[in-house]
């Protein structure tokens, strides 16, 4: 029998990290929209996040709460958490806020920094203690972000 090859199957075992600087507000939300993105796709993968500098235990951000509740996600079990270099070493993909926190994820494991990528086209500036209108912008240049990556990952094009 032939069986056809499925760019989906070969990703079933993929680890996805996604992270920020304090794990309480961009990352979190991207981590929530891109497991919910690629399950919509097909794709079974390990989404995970953490922050560079990250005080563990916290919740996610309450500025946070209305632009996540208008997408459908519920961050209320959130808990941050710092980002360690076995969780870069661990991740098939890494996908970061920013161009310095790209940088600053190879000096944490140097080795591989081609599986470390931008989530948006530019930076996504952190909203943290920013008002409404402020959150709504990061969450939908995540949203856009995310929507990009699972259709590479859900194509094989990673």
Avoid at 28 to 49: K, M, Q
Avoid at 102 to 116: C, F, I, N, T, Y
Avoid at 122 to 149: K, R
Wanted: net charge negative.
């Amino acid at each position: 029998m032939l069986v056809a090859h499925s760019p989906v199957a070969e990703f079933s075992d993929m680890r996805i990290l996604v992270v920020c600087a304090g794990n309480i507000c961009r990352s979190p939300l991207a981590e929530a929209l891109l497991r919910r993105a690629l399950g919509a796709r097909g794709v079974e993968a390990e989404v995970t996040s953490a922050g560079l500098s990250a005080e563990p235990g916290l919740p996610a951000s309450d500025g946070l709460g209305p632009a996540a509740r208008s997408r459908g996600v519920d961050l209320s079990r959130h808990r941050s958490r710092r980002l360690q270099a076995s969780d870069l070493r661990e991740a098939d993909i890494v996908l970061v806020m920013t161009a310095a926190q790209q940088a600053a994820g190879a000096r944490l494991e140097p080795g591989d920094s081609s599986k470390v990528w931008l989530l948006g086209e530019a930076d996504i500036a952190d909203p943290y203690m920013g008002d409404v209108p402020t959150y709504e912008v990061c969450a939908a240049e995540i949203e856009a972000g995310v929507e990009v990556i699972a259709d590479r990952v859900a194509s094989g094009s990673f």
